[in-house]
């Protein structure tokens, strides 16, 4: 690599528009009144998660309670006025779940104890609330209460996490999806005699009641005697639906993409739900032979929901040069009827992505999302692999891409193997592999941007979250030579100590995808980053949450104190009121500017 000198600083402009960047009022979910004009959604103003209702015909929104807790999931009761939700202090996912009237006066608990209880579920009565809990051997499973609290029943005990549920619309059964992403199954239980089926299940293939953009729609028919479902038997997820009593199933819609979160309209004349094209996310809706498109064409839209009158669909949509905001499509056009975002950021200021595919190690073409700054004179690139691992690049609203950009980075998010979004095929690439192949993949990310002569080969640097920031340390000791500067964000870095310490759903995950450290102790070794620091060449920065039961802050501590005595260069701040993701805005602010300026300080340009 060439001598890494600072470049030119340009702050008083660059710091205005980044302020710009984080104005828009941020929704995380929302939950129709049963009269359709009005919704109680968890939006975040910019101190933490709070409950609002919406006016759809105004958009308006009105908070009526607030706690230092993030308060989520809100849904309403059918049968009372009053909702329940989810609170999660400072980020540490036990969640326990509440009741509460929107005007904030009534309030009670229906949940609690040192557990993560999540996404209550009215029954359609209002008479239970359904909801999913580790508060047995720390694995999720199924549960009801009665809407003012009390003794839980258990309903399922499965070995695996329970991820998603749905009640019928009768109330006599609940459906709900099981599994880590690797043979996963749907289930149905009777809520009255507690009898489960386990109705779709195929060895090498998935199944789901749901997508995983956004909120989750009810899979059943209006008459609860069909379920529908997306599968990847047909390698992309396609939709299909269930008959209970003839145990039949049939297709209603295939394509080459991957679709998401099926769902009928109130009469059960048609059919809507979410498909990837490339980078966006768009709501369709199928009647008969006819499909067309509810959403914009651009961005992604998530947590689409019929109207109870069945005449349109509200939905959450944004895209990467654009803030999400709440649309109603009533007809041909969605319309947007909120103004999250209160002054409109200056046109032509964003930039969008274009999807570009490079060939990886092994010859094997992979998808990215590239953003080229308007100003290209800094040759400057930074590689962004995504979390999940089982997650997806898209054109979304992420003001780190846009923030980086301003600096004149040229920015590469690679949908490495083991993406979501790509078939089946794709998705199982990385199994038993976490941390080869896809680690490659990133690397040829940047490779990509090199060969293309955008960027010159010693201007390059990768930033990553999560399950990213455990491939960017793995990028920055494999392959040392290649970075001017990293930043790894609440990562991992011991596969070891991370598998005896992370949350029950997790460790599940990891030992169906790497196999059990015990075991096989020289490849996890190897696949851990945190046993070669001493090739790390490249200035680093860390960032953990010390309320974080994902990557807990002791991954990064531990790599800290290794760091600190090789006498390698580094910054390290732990976040000591978040958990995994920052819930509060002046902490994304400070992360997201403290990693910037760190990239823009160390790599030339």
Not at 206 to 219: D, I, L, R
Not at 227 to 255: A, P, Y
Not at 342 to 365: H, N, T
Request: with cysteine; glycine share 8%; net charge neutral.
């Amino acid at each position: 690599m060439g001598t890494r000198v600072k470049g030119p600083r340009k702050t008083t402009h660059r710091s205005t528009s980044t302020a710009r960047l984080f104005e828009a009022t941020e929704v995380q979910e929302y939950d129709l009144h049963p009269d359709g004009e009005k919704a109680v959604c968890s939006i975040n103003t910019g101190d933490n998660w709070e409950l609002a209702t919406l006016d759809l015909k105004t958009g308006k929104t009105r908070r009526f309670l607030r706690s230092e807790q993030s308060l989520m999931s809100p849904t309403y009761s059918p049968s009372s006025p009053i909702i329940a939700y989810h609170a999660d202090f400072e980020g540490n996912e036990n969640h326990d779940i509440f009741t509460a009237s929107t005007d904030g006066r009534r309030r009670g608990r229906i949940t609690k104890g040192q557990a993560d209880n999540q996404d209550p579920h009215f029954s359609p009565d209002g008479s239970m609330v359904a909801f999913i809990s580790n508060r047995d051997g720390d694995i999720e499973n199924l549960f009801v209460s009665g809407p003012n609290g009390g003794p839980a029943s258990k309903l399922s005990n499965e070995e695996l996490p329970v991820r998603t549920l749905a009640w019928s619309h009768d109330g006599s059964m609940i459906a709900f999806g099981t599994g880590i992403g690797d043979d996963d199954y749907i289930s149905v239980v009777d809520v009255r005699t507690r009898k489960v089926r386990r109705v779709l299940s195929k060895k090498n293939v998935e199944y789901g009641a749901y997508g995983s953009v956004g909120s989750m729609p009810s899979p059943w028919s209006p008459d609860s005697r069909r379920l529908l479902f997306t599968s990847n038997e047909n390698d992309q997820f396609d939709i299909g639906e269930l008959d209970l009593s003839s145990k039949k199933t049939r297709w209603l819609v295939r394509s080459k993409n991957e679709k998401l979160s099926p769902q009928w309209s109130p009469d059960g004349a048609r059919l809507a739900y979410l498909e990837v094209e490339e980078s966006d996310v768009l709501l369709k809706v199928k009647e008969g032979r006819t499909t067309t498109v509810a959403s914009p064409r651009d961005g992604v839209t998530r947590s689409a929901q019929w109207l109870p009158d069945g005449r349109g669909m509200v939905m959450i949509n944004g895209s990467a040069v654009r803030p999400e905001e709440v649309l109603v499509s009533r007809g041909s056009r969605a319309m947007k009827v909120t103004e999250f975002q209160r002054k409109a950021l200056p046109r032509g200021w964003l930039v969008e992505p274009r999807v570009v595919r490079y060939k990886s190690i092994d010859g094997r073409r992979i998808p990215a999302l590239l953003f080229e700054p308007r100003h290209k004179s800094r040759r400057a690139g930074i590689v962004v692999p995504h979390g999940g691992p089982e997650m997806q690049s898209t054109n979304s609203w992420d003001q780190i891409v846009q923030m980086l950009v301003m600096k004149g980075f040229h920015v590469i998010e690679p949908n490495y193997r083991g993406s979501t979004g790509y078939g089946r095929e794709f998705l199982h690439l990385h199994d038993r592999d976490l941390g080869g192949g896809d680690l490659m993949d990133t690397v040829f990310a940047g490779n990509y941007l090199v060969e293309k002569g955008m960027v010159d080969e010693d201007r390059l640097g990768i930033w990553g979250v999560s399950y990213g920031g455990y491939l960017c340390m793995m990028a920055l000791t494999k392959a040392p030579d290649m970075w001017a500067a990293g930043v790894s964000i609440v990562g991992f870095f011991d596969w070891e100590t991370e598998m005896a310490t992370e949350r029950g759903f997790l460790k599940a995950y990891d030992l169906k995808k790497m196999g059990d450290p015990e075991k096989d102790k020289d490849f996890f070794r190897e696949r851990s980053p945190a046993y070669f620091l001493d090739r790390l060449d490249a200035p680093l920065m860390m960032t953990a949450s010390s309320r974080d039961v994902r990557c807990p802050p002791t991954e990064s501590r531990a790599v800290v104190e290794k760091l600190k005595s090789m006498g390698k260069k580094y910054e390290y701040h732990e976040y000591p009121d978040e958990g995994h993701w920052p819930r509060k805005r002046r902490n994304l602010i400070d992360l997201y500017t403290r990693t910037t300026r760190f990239l823009d300080e160390n790599i030339p340009g």
